[in-house]
């Protein structure tokens, strides 16, 4: 994420929002955002989604997601939405929206959905 | 892919390879390839194997795909293998798998479904 | 559809509905309806959903879809939800859903993305 | 599947065929298996396939799968093939391949990818 330059912008319990401005590194020749990018983005979403409604000590890891590239990924940023759709005691299922922001314009560029699971991490004595 | 610091290693009618050196831009602190990385070449080995089987003047774009992240990302390089499965006029369907290589020890991190639609270029006058 | 016993019971343009009641043919042992039963309303619903906002003298396929079965499909009957995310000129991508109904209970039970392609046909002389 | 009228015809560790004859229970007006008919035999080979893996007194639910429909499903029967790629302790991932039979000929009509959860079932007493 940090390398991406990308930085959670809202964290609610179940919903996670994260964004990712233009800069070179995640664009191409044309000036679109790499597929890459926008699925790095779309998964880290879901994963702090599901992360936000675990017991402390645990962690989170994308089992699967599928996701659909709808349009050109064009804009100033990319905004990545991860919400909960259902949070059970293993697994986790998260729908994933990536939005395209040009000034005041929003077109919803990949759309998806994820599969988490819960790790519980033992205590290190 | 330069961002990432990937190669194209191999390039057959339908299968292309792809390989990711360990580099601290793509790793986490612990040393694992981010799962960006691994679905981002995963992709991409796709999309080169599609498109050695479409005509000149055509391109590519990736409609979806879905990936199973499988074991934690760890070695000395990742390989992403693309492999056509039904190439169709319009449509292509590919297999993703992503091996993870330290020493000669292979494990397979990553696997994938993906569908790809061509895009037919017009010539422009 | 009418093998299942499921009908069309709203027809908007971009958003279909299908029910299926309970019935011995599509549940097991348990009384639970079959995966099978709610993958095949899911991705009717999706479907007709597409179809609804295609030009006369087209018909729709499915290109693939992923679904995720939440809970048990258990209730009076399930009601199957497709909605258009975004209709192209050539692929559809839609979202499944199905709800269980149990009296005044609905409880989601599935969750899926679809992807479609719009199959122009040629008049036939 | 007994309602479909499929039957479990090889069962290997990791490995399991379903095949569907045709019938006009599972075809439509033109001949073709339905969708449905294909993606609820695909699902159901890659959960027994799962299931030859796991220990006794445990069960086993489907998480989540993704179809890709390859071509039209014409011919004398269906054949199902689940194969294992990972089988984790609480986790497996399969492959799902469906293959019409007409004759002598065979074509692959859908491939897939499964996650499968292992259900430990408590002694009752």
């Known amino acids: ?5 990308a930085t959670l912008t809202r964290i609610y319990p179940g919903c996670v929002h994260i964004e990712l401005p233009r800069r070179p590194e995640v664009t191409q020749q044309h000036g679109y955002f790499h597929a890459g990018a926008t699925s790095a983005i779309a998964d880290s979403a879901g994963g702090y989604a599901a992360f936000t409604l675990f017991p402390p000590d645990s962690s989170v890891l994308t089992v699967e997601y599928k996701i659909n590239l709808l349009a050109p990924a064009e804009g100033d940023y990319l905004e990545a939405i991860g919400t909960v759709l259902k949070s ?9 929206e990536v939005v395209a922001v040009e000034g005041d314009r929003r077109t919803s560029i990949a759309t998806g959905q994820q599969t988490l699971i819960q790790i519980v991490s033992r205590p290190e004595r």
Chains 1, 2, 3, 4 share one sequence.
């Open 1 to 5: 994420m940090e390398h991406l330059g």
């Open 88 to 96: 059970g005691r293993t697994l986790t299922v998260c729908q994933l």
